[in-house]
């Protein structure tokens, strides 16, 4: 009967194997290590653009209740000069408290310059319009039409600027997160990528430790082998 001979495999090319495969393996390590470099790169971005973003909201939020109080402030101003009841004018003392209040607070340690130059407008409006054709409008006696070119000095709070920057700023911060967010659709190839990373290494450093383990035996075999031969001389010569 022939039995079958595990035929052994040269240590040169045991060692050029381990090699390889210690060269796969770091190369896998490096892959994986750009692959998640990268993709903690992108999170980073996308976080600071959410950051940005929650802040551009709360200041949006806030300048809309500052809109707010302006707008009840000309009402208030036009219902004065519709009646002539100067107590209507007290009823401004809120929203401009409010305007102040908000134009005062601060978002993530700043205060929004956007708020300041409103509140700073509406002050302006107040002390060249409001006050003098106050004072006009009490000249003019109940029941009497206004004089003519009594309306000509009324001026409304300039808000052209301020929603501008509002809603300029808003669309930015909104499509930062949206460009962050749509561009790496594919973030979700991390998973399996992490996965056929960690199968790759344990694959490689198994296949690595087989391959040192059997280059160890091959040069165990090999010192064998060379310790037999060299106990086999001096018997040949005794015969």
Known sequence: MSSLSVIPIPPAKLARRVWIGVFLLLLLALIGALALGFYGHRLNQLDDAVTAYEKATLQYQARNLALQDVNQMEEIFNLYLLRGDRSVLQLMARPRNSLEQLAQQEINGQRDPILVNLAAEAKKWYDQTVQPMVEARQK?????????????????????????????????AARAVA????????????????????????????????????LKLAAEDSGEEDEHDGMALPHEETK
């Open 179 to 214: 460009g962050v967010s749509i561009n790496p659709r594919w973030l979700w190839l991390s998973y399996p990528l992490a996965g056929l990373l960690m199968i790759g290494v344990v694959a490689l450093t198994v296949g690595a430790v087989k391959r040192v383990h059997q």
């Open 140 to 172: 003019v006696p109940a029941g009497q039409p206004f004089p003519e070119h009594f309306f000509d000095p009324y001026l409304s709070v300039d808000t052209t600027g301020f929603l501008f920057a509002s809603e300029s700023a808003q669309n930015n």
